[in-house]
């Protein structure tokens, strides 16, 4: 049942990339709720599952039922005038096309999701198997990028107006969760955490309606759902051991099972934006298109990026090091499965940074010509 309930959840994934009507898409993209939501409640560990179920529902309706009445209207609207475009319908509604937008991208931003709407995915993430939470950070959280940036067609002319409004809840947001995430002492929960600050850099990448900042959010996606993932199976890895998710009872792994160390290094250096990591191509694409927006964000960006290095130091070197429980000591060594899984995290990791380098590497001139300009710009006035 569990991989059955499994394959459904990647069915409605892969039937949601492919969907090009927009009624069908939204179906599937809501359909993903229902394997997630009987995971969690059927293989969850604790009894906090029943909350996190809660919470997963009643966010997921609250955002989606707006989306599901401007896309019945719109479809209307488009049908009674003969084909307009709704780009060209929403442009011309001045202020209730701002409103209209902002509903348009709040049903993805939960899905994401973005700080005051984040609520859910730590619950769920902690309360998930390893399994769904693979599949939660890998999967069901990349599409919500995907649904912005599909609907962006529909509003490009309406998120100049958003844009501020969404700067300033990615930066603020994510600085906040960062010292949430000082304060966290489950493994799970602060990675789950850990998520929603990319994400709401991300947001900021996505609403700039730059070549580069849409390139930006792409490393973060992919780099993010592999890093993350990867961890997650590392913390799994170690509660079913100790049947514990405390960093102040999970020490000592160098001694118990070394073999898994270098793997928990390239995941951590790798979430903290190392270089060559993807995650530092991202950083130059979206931190130089957010430091164009406002220059006085970097304080926000420096504090952002130095605090999720020392919350990650501290991940790991509080894994890694110290004394352990002597019961601990008693528990089986590292399976082949799970060597082999942990390995193909690090080898995805490997090949996405060979990709994105080789590729992306245009998107660096970009910006470095519009410097240029800019500047020539300057000095002509």
């Excluded at 890998?138 to 969404?166: A, D, E, M, Q, T």
């Amino acid at each position: 049942m569990f991989s059955f309930l499994s394959f459904i959840m990647v069915l409605f994934l892969y039937l949601s990339f492919v969907s090009i009507n927009l009624i069908y898409f939204y179906i599937f993209f809501e359909a993903v709720l229902i394997p997630i939501f009987l995971l969690v409640i059927g293989w969850g560990y604790q009894p906090e599952r029943i909350q996190a179920r809660v919470y997963m529902l009643f966010y997921t309706l609250f955002a989606s039922l707006p989306l599901l009445i401007i896309i019945i209207l719109n479809k209307s609207y488009f049908l009674y005038l003969g084909g307009i475009v709704g780009e060209v319908q929403i442009s011309t509604w001045g202020l209730a096309g701002s409103l209209v937008a902002f509903f348009y991208i709040f049903a993805f931003l939960v899905k994401l999701p973005l700080f005051c709407v984040h609520l859910w995915l730590p619950k769920a993430h902690v309360e998930a198997p390893v399994a769904g939470s693979i599949i939660l950070a890998g999967l069901l959280l990349k599409l919500g990028r995907y649904g912005i940036w599909r609907i962006l067609s529909y509003i490009v002319s309406k998120v100049y107006n958003l844009s501020p409004f969404f700067m300033v809840l990615g930066l603020v947001g994510g600085l906040i969760v960062r010292f949430v995430c000082t304060m966290q002492v489950d493994m799970k929960a602060l990675v789950a955490y850990s998520s929603v600050v990319h994400i709401g850099i991300l947001v900021c990448g996505l609403v700039c309606l730059i070549d580069f900042g849409f390139e930006g959010s792409a490393c973060i996606i992919i780099g993010h759902g592999v890093v993350s993932s990867g961890l997650f199976y590392l913390v799994g890895c170690l509660y079913e051991r100790t049947r514990r998710r405390s960093l102040f009872i999970n020490k000592g792994i160098t001694v118990v099972i070394p073999s898994l160390t270098r793997l928990w290094f390239i995941l951590c250096i790798f979430n903290i934006r190392a270089p060559p990591s993807v995650n530092l191509l991202r950083e130059i694409l979206l931190t130089s298109r957010i430091l164009k927006w406002r220059w006085l964000s970097f304080l926000r960006l420096m504090l952002i990026n130095f605090i999720g290095i020392v919350f990650t130091f501290y991940l790991y070197s509080q894994r890694q090091q110290g004394k352990s429980l002597e019961s601990f000591l008693r528990f089986y060594p590292v399976a082949i499965r799970e060597y082999s899984l942990s390995m193909i995290h690090v080898r995805l990791v490997v090949r996405i940074v060979m990709f994105f380098w080789v590729f992306y590497s245009s998107s660096l001139e970009k910006i470095r010509d519009c410097d240029s300009w800019e500047a020539n710009f300057a000095l002509d006035n």
